[in-house]
């Protein structure tokens, strides 16, 4: 078995990590330099890259804070990002190549926040049963709701009560490309008053990749009398539509304006993706579930999928490893 080197991302690395990350079997447009750079003053970028007798094998998108190696803090979602054809025994070697590399970075512990089954474009596990074989240990599971356009779930009767409500208001359902300040505000607005937050992204950051990644970040909104009363930012990679940002003012609730966005949108994407996935409904880093708000994704006809985040060890690693 050949083996296994790690080096640190730099900018002369810029292209071939893209490239990767394209054709990776769990690539995704989050993982681009180009959106990951939007925020770099923020995080401590310490990205690796794994190289294979020279040649890019695997990225590793990564932030350090401490002794502490994330994957990547100002990410929902990452870990190791791999073509389609690696053996699970090369998923092992890679992951004892990025324990001993963040030894030698004097890293205690990896947290990995492992990419959601549905991102994946073929199954692409590996990741998990190496970290199970490194002894990581699951710290955070968050719930997100789901529609598999392959075996979709029933709607409620509540849904479609509110669909009726949101036809007899004859909202205005548009793709708004230039709307981004007026949602913005909408949005803050409410979670200003819900939960005392803003935004996680500025006005100005979103719209800026949105540019960047036209292909990937739009946003949709249901308007009244011209006027923005409700919206949903939607994140697209080759087989989910993902929502989130996802916000009604008091004018679109009393019309049930989310209601028309989704109905909408889930119709839009179903000849085109395998998966609708609302985003998560858990607070409490996993611990809590918000009942109201899982009830109405699932009301759609959606399932659980969760998102989990690992806390790999390095203290006493590798004492547990064995051969493959």
């Known amino acids: ?33 180009n959106f990951m750079e939007y925020h770099a003053d923020r995080f401590d970028d310490a990205s690796l890259v794994l190289l294979k007798q020279g040649v890019v094998a695997g ?20 870990g190791l990002v791999h073509s389609q054809d690696l053996r ?3 998923v092992l070697e890679m992951f004892n190549a990025l324990g001993e590399h963040a030894k030698e970075m004097g890293v205690d512990s990896i947290v ?10 073929a199954p692409a596990e590996g990741s998990i049963y190496a970290l199970f074989r490194n002894d990581a240990i699951c710290r955070r599971r968050d719930t997100s709701a789901t529609i598999d356009y392959r075996a979709p779930g029933q709607r409620s009767r509540r849904r479609a009560r509110a669909l009726r409500k949101s036809q007899a208001a004859d909202l205005q359902l548009v793709w708004d490309k230039d709307g981004w300040e007026e949602y913005w505000q909408v949005l803050a607005e409410v979670l200003a008053r819900r939960h005392s937050r803003s935004p996680v992204h500025t006005c100005s950051e979103i719209r800026m990749l949105a540019d960047r990644f036209p292909d990937n970040i739009k946003l949709f909104v249901a308007k009244k009398d011209d006027a923005t009363v409700a919206g949903v930012v939607m994140f697209e990679t080759e087989h989910v539509a993902h929502a989130q940002y996802i916000a009604a003012g008091s004018r679109g609730q009393e019309l049930a304006a989310l209601d028309a966005i989704f109905d909408h949108l889930i119709g839009h994407y179903a000849g085109s993706k395998r998966y609708f996935d609302f985003g998560i409904s858990t607070e409490q880093e996993g611990r809590h579930l918000n009942t109201g708000l899982a009830d109405y994704k699932h009301e759609w006809g959606a399932g659980c999928v969760v998102y989990d985040t690992y806390q790999w060890p390095l203290s006493s690693w590798p004492s547990t490893k064995s051969g493959y």
């Not at 296994?4 to 810029?14: G, L, Q, R």
């Not at 932030?63 to 994957?71: E, N, Q």
């Not at 990995?112 to 474009?121: S, V």
């Open 112 to 121: 990995y926040k492992a990419m959601p089954t549905i991102y994946n474009r």
């Open 59 to 78: 990225i590793f998108p990564a932030s350090r804070a401490g002794t502490h190696l994330y994957s990547h803090q100002g990410l929902t979602f990452g």
């Open 88 to 90: 699970i025994d090369e």
């Open 1 to 33: 078995m050949n083996a296994i080197t790690v080096a640190p991302y730099d900018a002369m690395m810029k292209q071939a990590w893209n490239a990767f990350n394209r054709d990776a079997v769990n690539g995704h447009f989050l993982f681009d330099r």
